[in-house]
């Protein structure tokens, strides 16, 4: 868990300063000292959290509200100027921007010149760069360089004041600083990516693995800085493409893209021809022999219908499809992904029949005298008002007055048009078909049906995965339109949702076919991302700015 600094520690702090109820003000309340301040009368603050490393680059500000009555030293005279073991319990380096003569110091009495003066009114930036393990301040919003070396470690922000009134006011991100931060961010994010990108890489090549050397190694290439590459060399370049072709086919393989991936084979076979090297990935991987490519390009077009299918709505066929060629999917984990599109598939017949009645009333609210009615008056037609408790549904108890959810999916209500003043002498007549409040009724209750044999088959099965989304699915009908009402609610019955449903069976299925569920290029990019985390925790300062997600996947 990462804690930013946020205020002053009153735990961490001289007896002679005060701090504000919002942690933010510190003033100095020791004796005044003439004609110059005694030692014991110096006193220092720290935040609560030390800066975080994994960030890049860490920054606060301080506003100097009152000097004090010498105004010698308003910020940070403390930090800097002492050494190590200043107080007891806190025997550490620091390093500091003195206020007086604008002079910096790292743990010594006499500091270096650095910047610009400054006092009551002034306010001053204090920030590290971890990916130069530099500190840099500001004032008043006026970038004043680099300053030190090797600043690293767990450091702390801190401000020391010394004579009587001197007040500060911290902003550690409370309120837009005045230095442009952001944008020096977005430099220093750039030079350390240009920087990354920039570092020179070898391919090692081997028949059932690959990896990459940094910096160049010579043993791979001529050892003449002149004349053409040598074989090894243009054969590592060929096995770069290789693998990169394969880690793209797996992908694509994967997620059913039978199209693309029909046409990355090709070209990669093209390349075979002209005698261009080739090298395979690890077992595992998903890639597959020449002799299976028929196979391969089967299986994935049957993927992709069945992923199509349950993302248009469609899961009768669906699960007929996959009961047909991926049996062992649907049978896997106690027949989780039958369950898991059974529920699914009571979601939409629900969403189906409410769209229709939604249709059925705006015609009627529009006046569309010649819809014909076939139940007679209004009062007939299910009520929205007071909802449907799951309960009436598994129980097989549905009132008129609770036979309707008001939700609206696929179908465009709004995109269907209703004359509401017809010539006279003429009939108003549509081209399409229109549900009649009957309709919607026989929907309604198709999709009760379907719940009342659902829950018969499933109320006794006590594992707790199946009892929370089966409990989840039946709430549906509670609501009078899932969809908007926000949440977890409308999570269920969207597109997200079949969407992830998707997701899940074609994973089943390729775990059923003993292939591994993910991918090797999500594989590669969740490892990348992982190891650059775990840099970043160890203070790595440049794998802030080593962004995998915003580099790759978002550029």
């Known amino acids: 868990m990462i804690q930013l600094p946020t205020r002053w520690n009153r735990e961490d702090r001289s007896p002679s300063l005060n701090i504000s109820a919002d942690g933010r003000e510190v003033h100095f309340n020791g004796l005044p000292s003439l004609p110059v301040p005694a030692e014991k009368e110096a006193a220092a603050v720290r935040a609560n959290f030390p800066m975080p490393r994994l960030c890049g680059i860490y920054y ?9 009555l010498k105004g010698r030293v308003s910020l940070t005279r403390l930090p800097g100027w002492a050494q190590p073991g200043w107080q ?4 550490h380096e620091s390093w500091g921007y003195h206020g007086d003569d604008g002079r910096s110091f ?70 837009p600083f005045k230095f442009d931060i952001e944008s020096h ?47 090894l060399a243009i054969a590592s370049i060929n096995d770069v493409s290789n693998v990169m072709d394969q880690i793209v086919l797996d992908y694509l393989h994967h997620h059913g893209y039978a199209g693309a991936g029909k046409a990355l084979r090709k070209a990669m076979e ?35 219908h069945i992923m199509s299918a349950i993302v248009s709505g469609d899961i009768d066929f669906a699960l007929s499809e996959t009961r047909s060629k991926y049996p062992a999917a649907i049978d896997a ?41 076939t139940i007679g008056a209004p009062s007939a037609y299910p009520s929205f008002e007071t909802g449907m408790h799951p309960d009436s549904l598994v129980h097989g108890t549905v009132s008129e007055e609770q036979e309707d959810v008001d939700v609206d999916v696929d179908a465009d209500a709004d995109a269907m048009e209703v004359d509401e003043r017809p010539a006279q002498g003429q009939t108003h007549t549509s081209s399409a078909p229109t549900p009649s409040p009957t309709t919607a009724q026989i929907a309604l209750e198709h999709a009760f049906q379907y719940g009342r044999l659902l829950n018969a088959d499933y109320e006794h099965d006590e594992r707790p995965h199946v009892q929370y ?36 069976l074609n994973e089943a299925i390729l775990a059923s076919q003993g292939k591994h ?32 997600e915003k580099e790759f996947l978002h550029c």
């Open 270 to 304: 093209s390349k075979s021809a002209l005698g261009l090297s080739s090298v395979g990935l690890p077992t595992g991987s998903g890639s597959t022999s020449a002799s299976s490519t028929s196979t391969e390009e089967s299986d994935t077009i049957s993927r992709q």
């Open 106 to 175: 790292a743990s010594q009495d006499t500091g270096s010149p650095y910047g610009q003066k400054f006092s009551t009114g002034d306010t001053i930036g204090c920030g590290v760069d971890f990916t130069l393990k530099r500190a840099f301040y500001t004032k008043n919003g006026a970038f004043q360089g680099y300053v030190f070396e090797d600043v690293d470690g767990e450091l702390y922000p801190m401000v020391g004041l010394r004579t009587q009134g001197e007040t500060i006011k911290a902003n550690f991100g409370h309120a």
């Open 469 to 504: 989304l089966f409990r989840r699915t039946f709430s549906l009908v509670a609501y009078e339109s899932p969809l908007e009402v926000g949440g977890d609610v409308s999570r269920l019955a969207g597109q997200g949702a079949r969407e992830e449903l998707a997701t899940e």
């Open 517 to 548: 569920p993910c991918p090797m290029l999500e594989r590669v990019v969740a490892h990348t991302t992982s190891v650059v985390l775990e840099l970043g925790f160890r203070g790595s300062g440049i794998a802030a700015f080593a962004d995998t």
């Open 60 to 68: 606060y500000e301080v506003e100097i509200i009152n000097k004090g």
């Open 185 to 231: 961010v977005h430099q220093r994010r750039n030079a350390t990516w240009a920087k990354i990108q920039s570092t020179p890489i070898t391919w090692a090549p081997s028949s059932r693995s690959f990896g990459i050397l940094r910096e160049r190694d010579t043993s791979m290439t001529n050892s003449s800085t002149s004349g053409p590459p040598s074989a």
């Open 333 to 373: 984990k106690g027949g989780w992904m039958l369950f898991r599109l059974r529920c699914r598939k009571f979601v939409e017949l629900v969403l189906e029949a409410a769209a229709a009645l939604k249709i059925a009333r705006k015609i009627e609210a529009a006046g569309a005298s010649s819809v014909q009615r």
């Open 88 to 91: 007891p319990e806190w025997a």
